[in-house]
């Protein structure tokens, strides 16, 4: 039997091959690898797609998280509002930069921040607000944004996973003071290793990230603020201006799949929950995440028919044992970790077949049918 994974990169490799190697070769040829010309193109280009002004290529998706909080003056002293339920980098680069993640629980039908829950938890110490678009689509930025300018609070917008999403017609990380992107392969525009950037329409902040970067200088050795050595490498930079051509397809196909695994889930209504998308969002699909009742034994189940799935996330973040000390408790974040009970990740790239998806589907029935005996 033929296994169907989560992700396919190397399927997505054979049909750009000759493309990538001849970008990555003329980075060779040039031997400018660092901060060159596909660096600077890539961020206008990336800028251009999102509707933003500029853009700042990173080392990765978790130093676009902390160069925005630095460039925001954010630190020791202060809190930072955001969601229990995302990968650990939201939260790390609060911590790094000195300051207190503040968890807001989801709101269970979009998996993302609950915005009706935000308010409660704004004192004097809070200086921002990191909503993660998670799976491939944005947070109800509407309600977020409009708390932000009451409270005079900055927003980060954590759009990893969403590059490409749409919140009323406006792309996802364009709402924000910041918005942070990764090239983690398996995102939805990988690189092949890590990369990140970041998008903002201030120039001030603009002008911030760029020095922060490459260790706090305009001009180089003549440092004028304390920085990083986080800059998106050029070959990654190469192959990810030939990817870029093709995102709007490959989030297009996504989209088509996941349209198709809905159809294929109507008779398992009673076991499964598929995604819900409120009408003004785009969705990009970066995972097609379901709730399944058995999740764990389901979860057995498909491997043993060489199916891949993956839990996203199994334990919220404020039950995480490194954030013992923030001394959430248990039930604090009810929501949270009802849905990060019977949560699951189904195999979800562009060029996923459906034929593979009826499989999964079939087999998802089949399990059911077998555990109700
Ligand atoms: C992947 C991811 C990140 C981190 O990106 P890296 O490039 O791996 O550092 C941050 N936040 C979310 C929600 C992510 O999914």
Known sequence: MKSIPLLDLQKQYLSIKKEIKGSIDEVFNKGRFILGDNVCKLEEEIARYCGAKHAVGVASGTDALELSLAALNIGRGDEVITTPYTFVATT????????????????????????????????????????????????DMAPIMKLARKYNLRVIEDTAQSMGAEYKGKKAGSFGDTGTFSFFPSKNLGGYGDGGMIITNNRKIYNTLRNLRSHGCKKKYYHLINGYNSRLD?????????????????????????????????????????????????????????RASLRNKLSVYLKTKSISSAIYYPIPLHLQKVYKYLDYKKGSMPVSEKVSRDILSLPMYPELTKSEQERVVTEIANFYRKAAK
């Open 234 to 290: 050029e070959i990654q930079a190469a192959v990810l201006r030939v990817k870029l051509r093709y995102l709007g397809d490959w989030n297009d196909a996504r989209e088509k799949n996941a349209q198709y695994y809905n159809l294929l889930f109507k008779d398992l209504t009673d076991k499964c929950i598929i995604p819900f998308k409120p009408e003004e969002n785009k969705h990009v699909y970066c995972l097609y995440t379901i």
């Open 92 to 139: 790390e680069s609060i911590c790094k930069v000195g300051a207190r993640p503040v968890f807001v629980d989801i709101d269970e039908k979009t998996y993302n921040i609950d915005p009706r829950k935000v308010e409660k938890k704004i004192n004097k110490k809070t200086k921002a607000i990191i909503p993660v678009h998670l799976y491939g689509q944005t947070c």
